[in-house]
Nanobody
Framework: QVQLVESGGGLVQAGGSLRLSCAAS????????IAWFRQAPGKEREFVAR????????TYADSAKGRFTISRDDAENTVYLQMNSLRPEDTAVYYC?????????????????WGQGTQVTVSS
């Protein structure tokens, strides 16, 4: 059974940094994408970044480019999201998600497995 467990959220001032972790278990992920999404109150869940577990290819939302970096640690079966230059508008619950690496888009509806989420709050 696939399990995704996020950690690393918290309260940070604008301009600060946080690193989120997603510990994945329950199967091998060599043919999977692992992604980060976020959802702010009253807003739809939105794509942030995705990594291809086997090839390492990365895709970012425009809002994340240049500030966020997604990476993976094969030995730890963990995916990270390094977030720098944080802004108040980055405040949201951040979720880790997984799906097979089919050539679909990155709508949250395409992802099969989800973590419980971790709160990120950026104060101005």
């Amino acid at each position: 059974q696939v399990q995704l467990v996020e950690s690393g959220g918290g309260l940070v001032q604008a301009g600060g940094s946080l690193r989120l972790s997603c510990a994945a278990s329950g199967r091998t992920f060599s043919d999977y994408y692992i992604a980060w999404f976020r959802q702010a109150p009253g807003k739809e869940r939105e794509f942030v970044a995705r990594i291809d577990w086997s090839g390492g290819g990365r895709t970012y939302a425009d809002s994340a480019k240049g500030r966020f970096t997604i990476s993976r640690d094969d030995a730890e079966n963990t995916v990270y999201l390094q977030m720098n230059s944080l802004r108040p508008e980055d405040t949201a619950v951040y979720y880790c998600a997984a799906r097979r690496n089919y050539p679909f888009g990155d709508s949250w509806t395409r992802y099969d497995y989800w973590g419980q989420g971790t709160q990120v709050t950026v104060s101005s």
